[in-house]
């Protein structure tokens, strides 16, 4: 034992010692908290785009204008919903919606169920200015004063020189240098580019298609509203637009076919409520929390991290295993110690490297959390508490070092057979195929996690630490964590006896990888 804790302690402090390793480690968490960052504030500043609009009908214009308008007060609304999470009061997770309601958060649920009915509601019951006087009693004493977000469409006056009441082709024609960026619009006093042009024929009432008209088949020509521009991967705008318009035609359909408008748009918003409950909880306690929801989707989270830290591991243990070979080291070790004591010791190092990867890597969540304060960061800090207040927590200790026992074995025996990294990749090809299986039906299992199909997968030893991890929060029968887990360890028992054998042979041999027939004589080999 003493032998395995002295190889062990070499194999760690060959690891940790060196500047690859800790970028490496740290390349990864500063890599996904700066696209965070970057994300979030992109997502806060939108550039102001300047735009034409040519309605030769006449009668769209203030359509379209009311459009624009709209998708600004959805930009509002969205900053006030940002603004509220950001400033709010804490609100328990662990409270369910019926005892946690406030007029807040029915704005904030209004929003995520349904943005275009809260924009609705929104508007019509007086916007910003009521809104900031009914969410006033749930703010922090000291948030800061909204600040209202600028515009993202202006529109732009027609240049110069431009005949809007010309043809279509003809309009374009003379817009074309602006919609291409060589000229620039002038808007009060300032210069920007043209991001878009719509343009409204004369004859686009004739163009609606009405249930029962099928189209005219071979026009090449554009027909219907026009939307110039070269960006087109930002939807707002064009959506927004197309939108509005069309709900114009429908509600001159509905006033002409004699139905009241109003009523029909409150029938579209009614909603019906629903109340998710557990049987299996207490009486009075049925109600399903966030805090719940968080809890059953959590495997998942797992699961994916098991994933991760264990192909770390066992790539640690393949590269290590074969440049200490190519180096003829192992011939130096193995005068020292036996290979079974190399084997063991080599597993251990590696799995306290790969423990102070994971420590490194909570150490930065836990600084990032702590050190910058959002409502997003607010809201981890409680489900990472709600999820290490379960009992899924000894799960994945269990079911990680099972799985880091079970292919660290069979990782160790590929390094030891191959001379070079290019040599072990076609052995690696089955393994990893064999792990990204259950990791790949994760979100199925999470949906049906004690059917039959996850049940019987559960019980083939490959599969068995992730679809087991996935199925934790779903009280699997008693049968299946009990079975598995027994079939488990005795495959790591297994796989480890397996394992020794191919490395104590494959240490010192040289040439090419060996066949499968080969493989299976090293397997039965008695010493």
Known sequence: MRVIRMIAWR???????????????????????????????????????????????????????????????????????????????????????????????????????????????????????????????????????FQSPRRSFIQAPVPEGVDVTAQPEQIIGQLRPYLAGERRVRVDGDEGELFALILIP???????????????????????????????????LPDAIERSLNNRIRDEAFSSSGLNIQLIRNIQRTRMPFSKLDPTASAGEEAVSMADTFRQYAPMGFVYFMFLALMQSVQYLLTNTIEEKSNRILEVLLASVTPNELLMGKMLGIGLSSLTTLAAWLLTLFLFLNFYDSAETSTIVQIIGIVLSSDLVPWFVFYCLAGYALYSGIFLAIGSLCNTLKEAQGMMVPIIVTMMIPVTITPFVVMDPNGSLFRTLSWIPPFTPFLMMNRAAANPPPIDLIGTSLLLLLSIFLVMWLSGRVFRQGLLRTGQPPRVTELLRMLRATH
């Open 11 to 145: 194999e760690y402090m060959e690891n940790v010692r060196t500047r690859g390793f800790w970028i490496g480690i740290l390349l990864l968490p500063l890599m996904v908290i700066g696209i965070y960052l970057i994300q979030s504030s992109l997502a806060r500043t939108s550039p102001t785009r300047y735009y034409l609009l040519i309605d030769q009908t006449g009668s769209y214009q203030e359509t379209v204008e009311s459009a624009i308008d709209l998708e600004y007060q959805r930009q509002v609304l969205q900053s006030f919903v940002d603004y509220l999470l950001d400033n709010r009061k804490e609100r328990d997770l662990e409270l369910t919606a019926a005892n946690a309601r406030t007029a807040a958060d029915q704005l904030v649920d209004d929003v995520g169920s349904d943005e275009v009915a809260a924009l609705n509601q929104w508007i019509e019951s007086g916007g910003l200015d009521v809104a900031l006087a009914m969410s006033a009693p749930y703010l922090r004493e000291d948030a800061p004063p």
């Open 202 to 236: 004369a004859d686009v009432d004739g163009q609606i298609l009405r249930p029962g008209v099928m189209p005219v088949p071979g026009q090449a020509a554009p027909t219907g509203v026009q939307y110039w521009s070269r960006n087109l991967a930002d939807p707002r």
